[in-house]
């Protein structure tokens, strides 16, 4: 079953500091893995997208990488800042279906 | 910038009711998705719409749900007899094609009581 896994579930840091967050997945073939930021009660807003050929993206202080050999992710957000306290979210496309296959998220909160 | 937006952002019903949420996505995009989010749980693909008929469904868009375009602006999702597990967020996306990236309304929340 095509399924993506993301860790930790949660994560506090403090203002300034930087963090990796983590995501696994099965689903094969994919065509693309998005990270998105979701705020409470707010719909995904698209940071980054990486198609199969691509292993890093950056988008400001968000960087994303890929490896496509062990199916792993990582999304590094650098000097933090009390805004981004938001939930982030792997999310990979199925090639086969088109279909976007949401992780559980991360739920970051960045503390002054 | 252009968005899609949803109405109402929150909607409170009764089970057994009907409702219907409503979408307008970006103008020139072609391609819409319903998406749900129960609390807590990871958003679930529901369905997918293109050229005016469903191209994808999951197993929760059973026969109590259903995805209209009634004209050249509005996308809904009608759920006819509402129980208390549809309470959740739903979003609505859409995309110009299928290369390019899904846009995410701001969801309506559902409460059935």
């Known amino acids: 079953k095509n399924q993506v896994e993301q860790s930790p579930q949660s994560l506090i840091i403090l203002e300034g500091k930087n963090c990796t967050l983590q995501?696994?997945?099965?689903?094969?073939?994919?065509?693309?893995l998005r990270w998105y930021k979701q705020d409470t009660g707010r719909g995904p807003v698209s940071l980054t997208i990486?198609?199969?050929?691509?292993n890093t993206k950056s988008n400001g202080r968000y960087t994303a990488t890929l490896d496509a050999d062990t199916k792993q992710s990582s999304l590094h957000i650098t000097a933090s800042q009390l805004s981004d306290s938001a939930s982030y979210i792997c999310v990979v496309s199925d090639l086969k279906t088109d279909k976007l296959i949401f992780g559980t998220g991360t739920r970051l909160q960045v503390f002054p | 910038e252009p968005e899609v937006t949803q109405t109402p952002s929150h909607q409170v019903t009764q089970m057994g009711q009907e409702v219907i949420l409503r979408c307008v996505p970006i103008?020139?995009?072609?391609?819409f998705y319903w998406y749900r989010q129960i609390l807590g749980q990871k958003v679930e693909f529901l369905v997918s719409f293109y050229n005016n008929e469903i191209s994808e469904k999951s197993e929760i868009f059973d026969d109590q749900f259903s995805v209209e375009r009634p004209d050249g602006s509005n996308f809904t999702l009608k759920i006819r007899s509402t129980k208390l597990e549809d309470s959740a967020m739903y979003f609505c996306?859409?995309?110009?094609?299928?290369?390019?990236?899904?846009?995410f309304g701001p969801g309506t929340r559902l409460t059935v009581t």
């Open positions: 995501c696994n997945y099965t689903v094969s073939p994919f065509s693309n």
């Open positions: 103008s020139n995009h072609l391609y």
């Open positions: 996306a859409s995309r110009i094609s299928e290369t390019y990236e899904q846009y």
């Open positions: 990486m198609t199969f050929s691509e």
